[in-house]
């Protein structure tokens, strides 16, 4: 891949901002009243023999649990309590080029938010709980309301337990930074099953689908100080549907899922060109490997529909990129024009074929 699914700059928690939304945060509504002592514990006595393999750990964690809010819940704990943030990556200018891993998080045991969500997500797939990650924006470490949003600077997670959607953030439950630029381990109540109405005064989806709010905040509202922002939620009506929503976005294969959240972040925020382009470059990417599979069973006549289908959006990723001034995009649509001019060169060759026949 060109680009990582999300570009991070992973503005994690700081006191500054603690203080800040304190008496906000305490309003969190959580399902902090039952009691995960015992799950809690277990998690947190996890054998060191196993802390290596995302399959054993995540067996033993889920060992005890009852029901799926338990798993999710030794989920949290353990990644909260043993995942360091990863600050150099933080601070480094650096974008990695391959994506992180939940095998990576656990043997280097650091990361920035993006493997903290990714780590979640494995092991939640791994139990069989829906789970997705959710790319955004974060009034965390280096806020500035005035910035300009042109890619997203943090991650978290949204679980379904009990057929209902949950928002949490592992990465700041683990911790935060302080005015050192240290990492502060700290584990963090709050960030876990946080109520959609209290976690956007700090957290902004790129995809307003996963506010969890029958009425989305605009990227305007989202940067107005919590009391403000506070009113705003608590004043907005009903306008969106959004388990309709989310319900077709799971009948979605993978893909189709990478595409859909852009389009819906860029509907939202339309300076994310860059990742517009890219999500349909790896869609394009993807429809080429069927073409290009020994035992795919196309036809002559589905082959070429396939590959007039990857022209197409090759065009679009290359239209994109056009509209983008940053070197990544400037780069990509080398890659994207060197596509085109071979997915047309393919399409004259299947047109020959079928006229042969």
């Not at 338990?70 to 990644?79: P, S």
């Not at 057929?163 to 960030?191: H, I, M, P, R, V």
């Not at 090759?314 to 995009?329: A, H, P, Q």
Request: proline share 3%.
């Amino acid at each position: 891949m060109l680009k990582q699914k999300f570009t991070e700059m992973n503005k994690i928690f700081h006191p500054v901002i603690q203080t800040i939304y304190l008496l906000l945060l305490l309003a969190f509504s959580t399902v902090n009243a039952q009691n995960f002592e015992k799950i809690d514990k277990h998690a947190l006595d996890a054998p060191k023999g196993i802390q290596n393999n995302i399959e054993k750990l995540t067996h033993y964690l889920t060992e005890p649990a009852k029901t799926d809010l338990e798993k999710v819940r030794a989920f949290y704990v353990w990644i909260a309590n043993n995942i360091e943030y990863d600050v150099k990556q933080f601070f480094s200018s650096v974008i990695p080029t391959d994506e992180i891993t939940a095998t990576d998080v656990l043997k280097s045991r650091k990361s920035v938010c993006q493997g903290y969500s990714v780590l979640l997500k494995s092991m939640c797939e791994i139990a069989g709980i829906s789970c997705f990650i959710v790319p955004g924006y974060s009034k965390g470490y280096g806020w500035n309301p005035k910035r300009k949003f042109t890619t997203s600077d943090h991650a978290w997670n949204v679980v379904k337990i009990n057929g209902e959607w949950k928002l949490l953030d592992a990465t700041w439950g683990s911790g935060y930074l302080n005015d050192n630029s240290k990492f502060e381990k700290q584990f963090e109540e709050k960030f876990f099953l946080s109520s959609p109405e209290t976690l956007i005064y700090s957290h902004l989806p790129s995809n307003p689908m996963w506010q969890l709010l029958e009425c989305p905040v605009t990227i305007e509202e989202f940067k107005k100080d919590s009391s403000e922002l506070k009113t705003i939620v608590e004043n907005k009506g009903y306008c969106f549907n959004y388990k309709d929503s989310i319900a077709r976005f799971e009948a979605l294969n993978p893909d189709e899922q990478q595409l859909q959240s852009a389009l819906s972040a860029y509907r939202f925020n339309p300076e994310l060109i860059d990742d517009v382009g890219f999500a349909y470059l790896n869609y394009a990417y993807e429809k080429t490997k069927l073409l290009l599979a020994e035992n795919g069973g196309l036809s002559n006549q589905e082959k070429y529909d396939l590959q007039k289908e990857v022209l197409e959006l090759y065009e679009i990723s290359r239209d994109f990129f056009k509209k983008s001034s940053s070197s990544i995009s400037k780069n990509a649509l080398e890659v994207v024009n060197e596509n085109i001019k071979n997915s047309q060169h393919n399409l004259e060759v299947f047109k020959k074929i079928l006229e042969t026949q």
